[in-house]
């Protein structure tokens, strides 16, 4: 995740919260790097890390799981990305790509 794009999430938990809206995100690059990186992206992929996942999941009113993928204006997905999109809307989940607060505003008041 680049810079810009950890300032966007941030900003987007914040509004959530202040919405009353429960939310966490998946770390799915905390391996890091150095010589231990690649020991712990087999150890987090052991434990469940799924590549691809959303970076944000949020338990919105009235019992709505919804994803958020973070992107920057110019951001793309990744193909594992698009997978998990595609999974989670083929089984009714909502799953959002979201570039600023702006966006989950109007997911949250349904525009």
Do not use: W
């Amino acid at each position: 995740m680049s810079r810009e794009e950890a300032i966007i999430q941030g900003e987007i938990v914040k509004c959530l919260y202040l919405q009353g809206v429960v939310c966490f995100s998946v770390p799915n690059e905390s391996a890091g790097g150095g010589r231990g990186a690649m020991i712990r992206m087999k150890q987090y992929k052991a434990m469940g890390l799924l590549p691809g996942a959303p970076d944000l999941v949020a338990l919105m009113p009235h019992g709505t799981v919804t994803f958020l993928e973070v992107k920057t204006t110019t951001g793309r997905q990744s193909k594992n990305q698009k997978t998990f999109q595609d999974i989670a809307q083929r089984n009714g989940l909502r799953y959002y790509l979201v570039r600023s607060v702006e966006d989950v505003v109007d997911i949250i008041e349904g525009r």
